[in-house]
């Protein structure tokens, strides 16, 4: 079982910049593949950013609307996901999850394991 918490959400003006944190429990957090997710108001949720398991350097994948703005990264000896999210835009406003999974990463939500989410909210 892998417990996930997510933190670093808030208020920001657009053009600002913020970093989500998401905390794993457990001792082989290097084994899992991380995904971050996004849901705004009314519409679905939808695939962000994931980071494939490993150790050292890691693939990585974005959705097109956050590529070259959003930056995921993970530090295992700290059960650490990371996201970066730089030149914040209104349209990024949503309630960001973090999931992971005991395999490689995937833009789909099969992900095992889910946080309960950090809100982000970009001011125009």
């Known amino acids: 079982q892998v417990q996930l918490v997510e933190s670093g959400g808030g208020l920001v003006q657009a053009g600002d910049s913020l970093r989500l944190s998401c905390i794993a429990s457990?001792?082989?957090?290097?084994?899992?593949?991380v995904g971050w997710f996004r849901q705004a108001p009314g519409k679905e949720r939808e695939f962000v950013a994931a980071?494939?398991?490993?150790?050292?350097?890691?693939?990585?994948n974005y959705a097109d609307s956050v590529r070259g703005r959003f930056t995921i990264s993970r530090d295992n000896a700290k059960n650490t996901v990371y996201l970066q999210m730089n030149s914040l835009k209104p349209e990024d406003t949503a309630v960001y999850y973090c999931?992971?999974?005991?395999?490689?990463?995937?833009?789909?939500?099969?992900?095992?394991?889910w946080g309960q989410g950090t809100q982000v909210t970009v001011s125009s």
């Open positions: 999931a992971a999974v005991r395999g490689p990463m995937t833009v789909r939500q099969t992900y095992d394991y």
């Open positions: 457990g001792r082989t957090f290097g084994s899992y593949a």
């Open positions: 980071i494939d398991r490993g150790f050292g350097y890691t693939d990585t």
